[in-house]
């Protein structure tokens, strides 16, 4: 039986159980996910990625669908990695949102299940918006390409029953960045079906770091990650997404992100990988409406048999939209990365301005990097340009610093801390810029083996 | 009695399998300084990569002894950490890694190995300042990344400072002064003249008079065709100065 046949028919035989503990916006758009993913099926590893989500989809997960309470008391749990940011943190242990009730600051930041029961309203009109639409490429060929992770989606929906939701009403400005730590916990086999929904209205402002974390309580029990998120950002509103990955070698991540931007809208993305297991990253990114502007960003530092694909898709629909694109790899010993990097600017959207970069190091001869930038363009007076290199440290620098005394170890970690350094600066957030830097650097130094950030016991 | 500090024994060296340095003898005592001068090709460039263990250079033959230990055994770092300082023809950039990083950890690195407290900050800093006045190097390059954006002269000023930071027993200038002004030749002599002392000794390689006005090297050597084809005191570089490398061809091919 195909995986997603598989999880077809643990929907249509667990029904009532999904629906009994989700909330009647989630269960709404159940019925029609199941056909989706009937129709296109999981994704099959047809884009050139590492990956291929239908064959990690097919092992025998678990699925807490009967919302079993999560045993852990998250005090117990975690050591801030950012603590000059923990004014607001939120966790989630697994898919289920830990942390009591909401309460009211002027925005919402809380369970997704609270949040569709309490504001049925708001949550129709944005949940599965994103997620529940086949992406037009405008472009027949590669509809196949930008089609995928549809099933995904459609997988995540069909099952889909808590989460965290940020909603910033029109004119809000959250001062303090918000914190959401994810973590995978389990003793089995384990699938999170995770969601995301995040709504920043007009002129409203707000920025939120997630940090991917997987506690490892045995060797035996492998964790998948099924992530969507929706990012709606409003007219001049302003928006910052970093997502911090410290996996281990057991996981695997498969997350879909859709952004869409109105007028004028200012949007910054960060996907930052520490360590991995085997995560797969697309995102979606329309810029629907003028002057809205996205700087996405993205680095993995690899090792071992890691393994890190992003996708990215940036539809310019609008004219006068910027966006900036910037991903960077270090791969070590028999690590496997791949940039699939696609800008689309349709026709009318003049004066757009749009840069896409990937640099990859390849420190052995058996890391693997697939870069593969697309640029497609039907207006006229546009500023594009993209560049993509794969190559090793630079010799001459290394034997520069090592003739000064610097030992070749820490000349080698010298000149990879200084390529990631554009990527670290990218970031909006200052505190989180600098603690970055500490454990990229500890990384390099090989002193970050898995969750050392949050010490999760 | 003298002291040798650097023994070149008989020394090959290929560069991508072609053979460049065809036995170079050459023995420098403490407190000396010497010029090696000779046509573009003959070598020059070489012995400073082999002095200080480029990997893309290969010694097929002979030995160097420093301090009357096996040179060719030690790693770069270690070379430099024994006193051996280079400045490059050269000098490479590395966008990304600030000179402050650069020098802190190459200084630190120096007095681990001989087993010295790494400095505070502070006195890193104070450090810094005092070095950076010698070659007038602008604060404003100090907090920039290595050599990145900086002009010719800037690079060669910022290699003496690198070289006054390190304070090397061994320096070797290699055509430091080319690309330089007669202002900016001046500061970078001073810079090399203010290390000069009894232990300390240098090589300096070089097409031009200038430098060695300034430095005074109390001994020459013509390189041609990989070997050290003639020695003398400071006449000889007047010699080729006025005369250039023709008469030495000539004696050469004889």
Known sequence: MSAEKQYIELYNSQRPLIDANAAPVLNACRESAARVLAEVGLQKAKDQTHTDPSEMLAADYAINLARHEVPTSREDLFTCAVPEMSTSVHFLVNEQYVGGKHRDNGYFAGSLREFATQYPDIASQYYNRLASQPTDTGDPRSRRYEACSFGESALNTMLCQDGFVLYVPSGFEVSKPLQLISLLRAVDDLMSVQRLLIIIEDHATASLLVCEHASRLNDLSHLLSLQVTEIFVGNAATFDFYSLEEHHDLCQRLGQIYVHQKAASNVAIGLYALTAGQTRNRVHVCLAEPEASIQLYGMATLDASQQVDNLTFIDHQAPSCQSNELFKYVLDQKSRGSFLGRILVRKGSDKTDAHQTDRNLCLTPDTRMIARPELEIYADDVKCSHGATVGQLDQNALFYMCTRGIPESEARMLLMFAFMSDVIDGIRIEPLKDRLRHLIEKRFRGELTQCKGCAVK | ?254
């Open chain 2, 1 to 254: 009695m003298s002291n040798p500090l650097l023994e070149i024994k008989n020394l090959h060296a290929s560069v991508a399998g072609k053979e460049i340095l065809r036995g170079i003898n050459l023995t420098i005592n403490q407190g000396e300084v010497h010029a090696i001068m000779g046509p573009n090709g003959a070598g020059k460039s070489t012995l400073s990569a082999i002095l200080t263990g480029n990997p893309a250079y290969e010694v097929t033959e002979g030995e160097i002894l420093y301090k009357g230990k096996d040179l060719l055994a030690m790693k770069p770092e270690q070379r430099a950490w024994e006193g051996i300082f280079l400045s490059f023809q050269y000098p490479v950039e590395i966008p990304g890694v600030s000179m402050v990083n650069f020098m802190r950890a190459a200084v630190n690195a120096q007095r681990e190995y001989r087993g010295l407290q790494p400095l505070t900050a502070t006195e890193f800093l104070k450090l810094m300042r005092e070095k950076r006045a010698v070659v007038q190097l602008d604060n404003k390059l100090a907090n920039r990344s290595v050599n990145e954006g900086f002009s010719g002269g800037e690079k060669k000023r910022n290699e003496i400072f690198q070289m006054a930071m390190l304070e090397p027993t061994l320096s070797i200038l290699d055509e430091t002064d080319s690309g330089l002004d007669v202002d900016a030749l001046r500061i970078v002599s001073d810079g090399v003249n203010r290390l000069k002392s009894a232990e300390r000794s240098s090589i300096v390689i070089t097409h031009y008079q200038k430098l060695l006005e300034y430095v005074q090297p109390q001994f020459v050597h013509i390189v041609y065709k990989g070997r050290i084809v003639k020695d003398g005191g400071p006449e000889l570089g007047d010699r080729i100065f006025a005369e250039g490398f023709d008469w030495i061809r000539q004696e050469v091919e004889l």
